[in-house]
């Protein structure tokens, strides 16, 4: 063995002596890693693809109400590459945002389409996301309740959108939520509601107990019978009557794990649209218990510093659970079994920024944020990001302190 054999040979024994001595040092949460690239390169989730609707002769769509038919629509990647999704027909969406001066969009193809890589279907929603300095709110919190085990979260993709070949600025292209077996795989006459102050759908009702606004968003009106809308609103009653009188049998009727981890999710990001409510969508097969989620609506005051304690368990439902020992005890382990999910979604969101950093230049020069709603309007894109991140973190370990420590 010649001398530099024996050196590097002595160096390596010296090494796991020290290892050996020093049982912290092989610890692997204190391995610095690479942060991951989100997701493989060869998805399309990795670039913004610019997607062009023309409707010959409308200027605007104006109304959520009425669709405007007949549009051509399709994409095209960097490369000059056009993928064809057929025609499409289109209309306004939103509440609040619908007065935002950047519009947000419902699409309805003739021809169920795959898209960007998400399963085929006809529906979709191109989400303006205006008040969204980061443009990431609703990517990050989905990819968190992925993170969390949900049944479905809906899938998204940015692209450019071009209307009757004008720019109109940077959207997050995602799945609508719909009963179908790649998104709410539930029969056809199963229901989803949508508990938003709103109120505004054609069969809606109030709840006995805790007066939320219930709105049937699936079967649509002309496929519901008044048997199937009485049969639903007597379930969710009954629900609520064994919630508002302690009855630890409301497990029977209501799933507990996607209960706690749709909960857990709006805290971990700091959304507090239960409160009034808004944007709470659950759903019940025509047998079976009554699901929480998919979660929605997250590019309006989330991702921001200094939020203390639960932001929503003590609401509504999650109070009145709140003597609950089992609800107690299942919280605490799915946030132990997940909190280590959500170690790098830091790198995450640092690598989604990448991806739409330009794509977002361009988009504020075209739509500059004219009113604060998030904190962040008057920060640059990156400083937003960084406060993203920050607040993420810190808001994950408060979180982390508040459920050992109170339970």
Known sequence: MNSFCRFITAAVFIGLAA??????????????????????KSNPNNIVTALYINAPGVKEISSKEEWTTGAEIYLMDDKGTRTNLGVTSIKRRGNSSFYFPKHSYNLKLEVKQAVLGMPASKRWCLLAQWMDRTNLRNDVAFEVSRRFGMAWTPRGRFVKLYFNGDYRGLYYLVEKVKIAKNRINIS??????????NFDEAYKFRSEYFKMPVNIKEPDEDVITKEMFDNFKNYFNELEKRI???DASYTEMLDLDSFIKW???????????YKHPK???????????????PTWDHDWGTFVPNQKGFIIIWQHWYEAVSYDKTFYKRLKEIWQEVKPELADIDAYITARAKVIRKATADDDKLWPITQDENGDEHLSFDEAIERMKESFNARVQALDDYIYNYY
């Open 188 to 197: 056809d006459d199963g229901f989803i509601i949508d508990m938003d102050s």
């Open 244 to 246: 508002y009188n302690k």
């Open 279 to 293: 944007s709470v969508i659950m759903y019940k097969d025509v047998t079976g218990k009554l699901y929480s989620g």
């Open 19 to 40: 290892i050996a001595c020093n049982p912290a040092q092989i610890d692997p949460s204190q391995e610095e890693r690479p942060a991951p690239d989100f997701p493989d």
């Open 263 to 273: 909960a857990l999710i709006q805290e971990v990001v700091g959304n507090a649209e």
